[in-house]
């Protein structure tokens, strides 16, 4: 029996060392500031801070599907945040987000910036703002948020509980894995229970709630999440493969991916977006430098 088999948790906590894993070296048990930095800032109604992660992926979609339903005011530039450098614990990000987690978005259309974080949020605000994604009738309304905040709610299980354990914590530990195996593996039986009757999460509509969940459950059930699909057996949830595959094809959901992705093939990745145009050119420059 090892010395972790045998923790017994201390009366007071302290921090006298880094927890290991893959995000060791950003992790702390306090809020504020490390540096003083300013927040870079462009040209459009709409500033994005953020990272190509799950939650950050929602955002960048929502806006894309935004402009190819024609908002002008929709129009954004998108910063890249490197976690893994710490940016968000900038004095200019903590300014926009106490609690320093992409995304967060500045929007600055009207008299004052407003600034809006957390990702189901800052998805709220813009399908308020303009009028899109989000049903009208109260029935519909209801049913959009309660799934959006399901995935608010659901998710952590599957990224800081499972992803954590599964893909990079220092060593693998049984109990864990299968804790939150078995929980993200109920989550999905929940959503392929729901997609059974209906072509998108709330019913025959795309909404906020599809932009939610699909980052996380979608793009797991694609492989794209943890190297997990075989250890999860994600093909048996046929309803969720299908809802997956059919939100992948649409244009703004590819575009809305490569946006703040700085890792896998290069043609995906989009460092930074000012202009719908950099789809094209800032991918064919990098493409063109790695030959």
């Not at 992790?27 to 462009?42: F, M, Q, V, Y």
């Not at 994005?48 to 955002?59: E, F, I």
């Not at 530990?173 to 229970?193: F, G, H, S, W």
Request: aromatic letters at 12%; a negative charge; one cysteine or more.
């Amino acid at each position: 029996m090892t010395e972790q088999d045998n923790y017994t948790p201390p009366d007071v906590w302290t921090w006298d060392k880094e927890n290991g894993g893959k995000f060791a070296s950003v992790n702390r048990p306090i809020a504020g500031p490390t540096h003083d930095k300013e927040l870079p800032s462009g040209e459009h109604p709409l500033q994005l801070y953020s990272l190509a992660t799950p939650n950050g992926v929602k955002v960048t979609v929502m806006l894309e599907e935004l402009l190819a339903l024609n908002h002008d005011g929709a129009e954004y530039d998108a910063w890249l945040i490197k976690i893994n450098d710490g940016d968000q614990f900038s004095s200019g990000f903590v300014g926009i987000n106490p609690n320093s987690k992409i995304p967060s978005l500045v929007d600055r259309s009207g008299d004052k910036p407003i600034r809006v974080f957390e990702s189901g949020a800052i998805l709220l605000h813009l399908a308020e703002k303009f009028g899109e994604f989000l049903p009208t009738d109260p029935a519909g309304r209801a049913e959009c948020l309660s799934w959006t905040f399901w995935q608010m709610g659901s998710a952590p299980y599957l990224g800081g509980g499972f992803g954590h354990f599964y893909a990079y914590a220092p060593e693998k530990y049984e109990y864990p894995i299968n804790r939150y195996a078995m929980e993200t593996k109920r989550q999905l039986d929940v959503l392929n229970r729901e997609l059974s009757e209906r072509q998108f999460i709330t019913g025959d509509h795309y909404t906020i709630a599809d932009m939610a969940i699909w980052p996380w459950y979608g793009q797991l059930v694609l492989g794209r999440l943890y190297s997990a699909a075989e250890f999860l057996d994600v093909t048996t949830y046929k309803n969720v493969m299908r809802w997956a595959e059919e939100i992948d094809k649409r244009p703004a959901v590819q575009r809305g991916r490569k946006v703040n992705r700085i890792h896998g093939e290069l043609e995906m990745q989009l460092h930074e977006r000012h202009d719908a145009n950099d789809f094209e050119t800032r991918t064919q420059d990098k493409l063109d430098a790695a030959e």
